[in-house]
């Protein structure tokens, strides 16, 4: 027999139309499933008309010239695709603790959902940053699957 109220852990969900998401936050290691995360959240910014930011993060150890050089790659990237999908892509880099990073920078940025890749082996089982993510973030996840043969445009 159907129930008439609503099932119990249905109480305390939140519905959020695509077009009321404050941004997508897409953490990237560059990998070839990282990428294909991109793509995705190139696809739900623009379907909510939302910017879409692409987040690197690095140990606080890292030399100058290294987060230099990330800070240029993803300016890159972003501009690329901003021109590409006349889409708002902004660039970031995190600092320290993954989790950390992600959830400070959704809560100063107001990223509504996190896009990311399934691992950055390639393999088809969980990597330690997305697994993390999912057991602890708050905000939707969507895990992308890895992808065979594809390499990232230069």
């Known amino acids: 027999m159907w129930q008439k109220t609503k099932p119990r852990h249905l109480w305390n969900i939140k519905f959020v139309k695509m077009e009321n998401i404050k941004g997508v936050l897409v953490p990237t290691d560059f990998s070839p499933t990282a990428w294909k995360a991109v793509m995705t959240g190139i696809r739900l910014a ?5 910017p879409l930011t692409l987040m690197h993060i690095t140990p606080y150890t890292s030399d ?3 987060v230099e050089e990330i800070d240029t790659k993803l300016r890159n990237i ?3 695709l901003s021109g590409l999908y006349s889409l708002n892509v902004k660039s970031v880099i995190g600092y320290g603790d993954r989790l950390e990073a992600i959830t400070n920078f959704i809560r100063e940025a107001g990223a509504e959902i996190i896009v990311m890749g399934l ?6 089982e969980i990597g330690s940053m997305t697994g993390e993510m999912l057991r602890h973030l708050e905000c939707p996840v969507v895990v992308v699957p890895a992808m065979e043969n594809s390499s990232i445009p230069a």
């Open 46 to 50: 623009k379907g909510s008309n939302s």
């Open 64 to 66: 100058s010239q290294y």
């Open 78 to 80: 972003s501009e690329n």
């Open 119 to 124: 691992n950055g082996t390639g393999s088809n």
